[in-house]
Structure formats: C-alpha cells, structure tokens
C-alpha cells in the first residue's frame, strides 16, 4: 500500500473498502438474487390460494400428523418391511453406485489419468448429474417396468456422479511421493493404485459412501412417491394422495425421521473421526 | 506393520467385505432386485432412449409453454432459496456456538434445522399440497422449508469456523452485538454463505421437479403430464431444457464461487 495516495470521496470522506472484483460479484450477485426473488413474486400463480384458511388448515394437519399418528392401512410388521425395502433401494445403488464411481475415478483423478480422458468423463458426469433423479427413474421405467430395477438404477446414476467427484478429489490429493516411490520401484499403474492410492484413501472413500448412503434414503423414499418404486415412500403418498390419512402420514413420516435421525447421527460420528478438520 | 498386524487387517477386509456381500444379498431379496437383470436393461435403456427420445418439430411447437412452466420453476427455486437464506441467516446465528444470544434459542435453532431436514421434502409437500391446493405457493413452500434446514445447518457450520478471533477482538473493544454481527461475522462468512445459497439454488432447481411431479406445479407438472399421454418426444424436450437450464446455473456459480472465495 502506498501512503501518498489515499482515494477520497467527492465530500473528502476516505474510501474504506477497497472495491475488488470479489466486492463486486458478491454485491450483484447478491442483488440479483433479490430482484430475481422480487419477480418470481409478482409471477407466481396464485389459483385457487387462500392463504388464511390454507395457513389455519396446515397448522391443524400438522397438529393432527404429529401428535395422533396411527396405522390403519397396514400394520406395524408391514411399516418395518416398507422401511426394509427403500433402505435396501438405498443400499443397493449405493454400492453398486460405488463400485462403478471407484474405477470412473481411477479415470477423472489428474494424476492418475491423462488429461483428455478425465475432461471427457468430467463432462459425461455433469450431464448425467443434470437430469433429476426422478426423472432418471421414470425414463428407466418406460423400458424396465416400474420396480426395484428402475428405481435402483436411476439412483445409480445421480450416486456415481456424486462419488465420482468425491473420490477423485480424495485421489488427487495421495501424496506425489507415493507415485514416485513405487514408480522408481517398477510398479505399474495397477500396483500404484492398489498398493498407493487404495490404502491412504481407504477411510475417506468409505466415509464418503457412507454419505451418499444417507443422501440415497431421502431420495430412495422420494423415488417410492413420484416415480411407484415402492417401499415407505409409495405407502407415504397413497396414505396422503388417496386415503387422505393424516393419522397414517404422521406415523410414516416418523419412521422416516427415526431413520434419517440414525443415519444422521453415525454419519457425523464418522465425520468426526476421519475428517476432524471439517466438524467441530 | 508385522506379521501380525498385517493378518488383523486382512482378517478385518475380509470380514468388511462379507457383511457387505450379505447386506446386498439382503437387500436385493427384498426390495426383488436381480442383478443380472437390472444390468441387462442398460443397454436397452440407453438405445430406447437414442430410439425414442428425440426433439422433434411437433414437439418444438410446445416450446414456449415448456419454457414458461420453467421460467416458473426457475423462479420457484430462487425465490424459496433467497428467503430460505434470510431466515437460515438468522437461525444460523443463534445456533453458532460464538454468536448465540442464549443456550435457549441456540438449541432451538438447531432443532428447526434438523427435523425440517430430516422430513422428507415428500411428506411436506403432500401436506401442503391438502390445504394451499395446486399452485406455485404450495411448491416454493415446500422447497421453502427444507432449504431452510439445509441452510441453517451449513451457516452454523461456516459461522463456527470463520469468525472466532475476530469476535474476540471485536468484544475487546466492547462492540454490541449487532455491531460484531454486522462487521465482523457477516463480511467474513458472506462468500461462504453465498456460496452454499448458489450451490442450494442449484439443488432446488433440481428438486424442484421432483416436488412439481408431487404438487402439480412448474416443469415437474409438464413432465409428468406429456410422460402419462406416452408423448415421448415432449417428454424429451422437456428434460432437455432441465439439463441445459442446470447446467447454466451450475456454470454461473461455479465462476461466482471462483471469484469470491
């Protein structure tokens, strides 16, 4: 900084912020947002909306879902299997999910792959990172038939895109000494991946599955309800959209926060044991 | 690592990997998942789709109602992720372990975070979808609360890890409160706080199809209507102009992202 110079304003006051290109974009984007609020406003379709009685309405809804749940369309055997069934949907596309993101990231990851490959697949991965899961799951259904194979493998695809970006970070950043180490020892690239980079990132890897697991739970239950894969999800929408039971949604929706609270809870506990920089 | 040490860490792999092997044998028996065959509708998934998935002339004339139902879900996301934001502001203040008023609101804060995340998107949106009816309200609401949750718990995490020393020294010259607010902690974690808004305003857009297919609102309504009349090539327009829409936003934050952190 030069003292000589000091820019004033046109009344002597001196400037105190400095009015870089970060300032700026902040500030823009900051406005932006806010027009952009403005107007989607005015622009919204109102019909058929009071809000007063619709207000009024939720309050005893959800009055009513939290504190009488109850069963009456199936029992609790039945709640227990639904629940089974889109922890399993959850399950499987995330295994599967990321046995196929491991070797996708083999060939993202800059220092283990040339570059033109890595861009290549980037590419493809932000594509199919594009289209919604939901969406994914009912253009599966149209030639697999609505059922588990549709539903898992839609959420495959969202679950690769995201472990791929995930473990080819963790990649990136093995040590270089590693790769110089065996290198000099005459590895191939196969044993630097197997004796290099697969036990440093080990925990980080499984961590980040673990992750995507509890993500998929939320998605496996919304996928029941859009797109008829089944499992807590499908029961949850038939017991609002067709029986119009607010007793029987309560006590799903319970059993889906139960769930969600467990998953929640190893998850940050994995947190804080193999990344202690990120939680506090 | 010896001998010993070494057959411990095979013996655990080997014990990992079983569990595992049978989790996914469980999973797949219940939910009547067959592998061979799940893999063997890919390829015939993916040339159904070059097959049958193309933006033809008939379907470009239904253009402009299509990117009217998006210009509504563009708008449904933003403006649920700007308030949503807002309100997170606030709640994540009072969570923050260095910027609480009292214990009180902190836990308080906390516990709104965490069941309005944890309540599937699903089950509020088929709530609200009984009282506020079929309209744009009823979809931003739904995305509304959720982002709060979401949001809420990112500000407290960026709020925790910015803003301690600056806090401290702000005290020591015996600010208010709202003074160290507004000098200290806000200019300090604003590019984060920006930061996770872009990346929520993204998710939302996303999101926002799966709640519109739920409430009948904006593009999700679109899809699920050409998908049920079988109108294929509709169909095909619409998630391309999701994927090109996604794609721009996930481009203009990522330069926002770039700049200011």
Known sequence: MEASYIRRTKDGRIHIKSGSKGDQVVRWTLIILLVLTVVGFLLFNYTGLELGSAIAETAYNLKVMFLEPTLSHFDLGEAVYQVGITLGLAFLATIIGAIIAFFLSLMVATNLAPAWVSRIIRIFVAVIR????????LIFAISAGLGS????????????AYL????????????KGIFEALKSSGANWWHIVRSGVIPTTLTYLLSWVFLRFEINFGVAVAMGAAAGAGGIGFELFMAS???????????????????????????????????????? | MNEKAMRKSRWQTVIFLLIIIVLTYLSSAITRFNFVEGMATIPEAIGWIFSNLMVTQES???LPKILEKLAETIF???AATTIAAVISLFLGLFGSKTTKVNNFLSVFARFIASVSRNIPVVAWSLVLLLSFGQNSVTGFLALFIGTVGFLTRAFIESIDEASQSSVEALTATGATYLQIVSKAVIPQCLPQILS?????????IRNATLVGILTGTGIGYTFDVYYKMLNYNAVALVTLCI???VIIVDLISNYVRKVIL
């Open chain 1, 149 to 160: 194979e549709a539903a898992v493998l839609g959420m495959l695809f969202h679950s690769i």
């Open chain 1, 164 to 175: 791929v970006k995930a473990f080819s970070e963790g990649f990136e950043e093995v040590d």
């Open chain 2, 243 to 245: 994927v090109i829409t």
């Open chain 2, 196 to 204: 996770w808004v872009l990346f929520m305003v993204e998710t939302n």
């Open chain 1, 241 to 280: 959209g067709f029986y119009f039971d607010l007793r029987e949604v309560g006590f799903i929706t319970y059993s889906i926060l139960i769930i969600a609270f467990l998953l929640e809870v190893i998850s940050t506990r994995l947190k804080r044991r193999y990344f202690p920089a990120t939680s506090n």
């Open chain 2, 76 to 78: 449904m996301s933003i």
């Open chain 2, 60 to 62: 470009m004339d239904k």
């Open chain 1, 130 to 137: 594009a289209v919604p899961t939901v969406l994914w799951v």
